[in-house]
T-cell receptor, first 112, second 115 residues
Framework: LAKTTQPISMDSYEGQEVNITCSHNNIATNDYITWYQQFPSQGPRFIIQGYKTKVTNEVASLFIPADRKSSTLSLPRVSLSDTAVYYCLVGDRNSGNTPLVFGKGTRLSVIA | EAGVAQSPRYKIIEKRQSVAFWCNPISGHATLYWYQQILGQGPKLLIQFQNNGVVDDSQLPKDRFSAERLKGVDSTLKIQPAKLEDSAVYLC?????????????FGNGTRLTVT
């Protein structure tokens, strides 16, 4: 399993764009990158998944460089409600035997 | 669609007592997971079911934890006897299938306090 490394915490003001970078130096050819968001007192929620270049949905964008050794989750114009822990996970998309391993995640605090 | 339902929401027990948690996954989801989340840490997988069969229980402390998923739908996780270090949030999740590209849908968990 590819190990991931994320910053422990980040602070941001409301209205700013937030970029959270995840390192996964030993990512395998078949591995995809997935991000989850967890609000206090709730279970994690799937945000976005990608393999290369850029993926965008209504919540966030995911940027993956050509070497795929890192990825950046971008949250546009954050609000107080984006305060949460964000987890980066890497795994073989087509394998049914890859357990989802959550690290400690990045705790994002949005300040008014 | 209805989300993953878990009960109870909170539970306080004394050490050496037993406790059970219940989970009802999203309808049609074949894969069900139980995670343990200790304060300040990410969720840790305890057991994964595919329909009513166990796919992975390598991190389940089998001397005290047990889980079942009868008929491939609802699931229960039991701890007997509980230890102080079992204090955590127990999260149930389900997905359409077992592969990494099948997003997990989590319930809000059961917060267990062992005194």
């Amino acid at each position: 399993l590819a190990k991931t490394t994320q910053p422990i915490s980040m602070d941001s003001y409301e209205g700013q764009e937030v970029n959270i970078t995840c390192s996964h130096n030993n990512i395998a050819t078949n591995d995809y990158i997935t991000w989850y968001q967890q609000f206090p007192s709730q279970g994690p929620r799937f945000i976005i998944q990608g393999y290369k270049t850029k993926v965008t949905n209504e919540v966030a964008s995911l940027f993956i460089p050509a070497d795929r050794k890192s990825s950046t989750l971008s949250l546009p114009r954050v609000s107080l409600s984006d305060t949460a822990v964000y987890y980066c996970l890497v795994g073989d998309r087509n394998s049914g035997n890859t357990p989802l391993v959550f690290g400690k995640g990045t705790r994002l605090s949005v300040i008014a | 669609e209805a989300g993953v339902a878990q009960s109870p929401r909170y539970k306080i027990i004394e050490k050496r007592q037993s406790v059970a948690f219940w989970c009802n996954p999203i309808s049609g989801h074949a894969t069900l997971y139980w995670y343990q989340q200790i304060l300040g840490q990410g969720p840790k997988l305890l057991i994964q079911f595919q329909n009513n069969g166990v796919v992975d229980d390598s991190q389940l402390p089998k001397d005290r934890f047990s889980a079942e998923r009868l008929k491939g739908v609802d699931s229960t996780l039991k701890i007997q006897p509980a230890k102080l270090e079992d204090s955590a949030v127990y999260l149930c999740a389900s997905s359409v299938g077992p592969t990494f590209n099948s997003p997990l849908h989590f319930g809000n968990g059961t917060r267990l306090t062992v005194t």
